[in-house]
Nanobody
Framework: QVQVVEYGGGLVQVGGSLRLSCVVSAASGSIVRIDDMAWYRQGPGKERELVAT???????NYKESLKGRFTISRENAKKTVYLQMNSLKPEDTGVYYC??????????????????WGQGTQVTVSS
């Protein structure tokens, strides 16, 4: 019953910027806590790779090659994680996926711990 939805993908020219956002919500029950959140991406013909992670208290980690260009952040009250992408390159093209570790409370009042993925949002960097 937990939904993860990404926003903000699109077509951008080399050197441009995009900001992705991802909202976590409960279709039924409620969200108790969101622990780690992350962005992954999958380029054409490539395997899915980790872009960046952020803990509930704001500690971040990045794919080494993306440091300085990409910034992950979150707003816990809005249950939202962001990915600011600057100086985009053609190799940044791919589908970007949001991931969240979520503790939710079901309508039965039981608690559930789960790992959830969004459906992905396409980012295309054109030259």
């Amino acid at each position: 019953q937990v939904q993860v939805v990404e926003y903000g993908g699109g077509l951008v020219q080399v050197g441009g910027s995009l900001r992705l956002s991802c909202v976590v919500s409960a279709a039924s029950g409620s969200i108790v806590r969101i622990d780690d959140m992350a962005w992954y991406r999958q380029g054409p013909g490539k395997e899915r790779e980790l872009v960046a992670t952020i803990s509930s208290d704001g500690n971040t980690n990045y794919k080494e090659s993306l440091k300085g260009r990409f910034t992950i952040s979150r707003e816990n009250a809005k249950k939202t994680v962001y990915l600011q992408m600057n100086s985009l390159k053609p190799e940044d093209t791919g589908v970007y996926y949001c991931y969240a570790d979520v503790v939710s409370r079901l309508i039965t009042s039981n608690y559930e711990v789960g790992k959830y993925w969004g459906q992905g949002t396409q980012v295309t960097v054109s030259s």
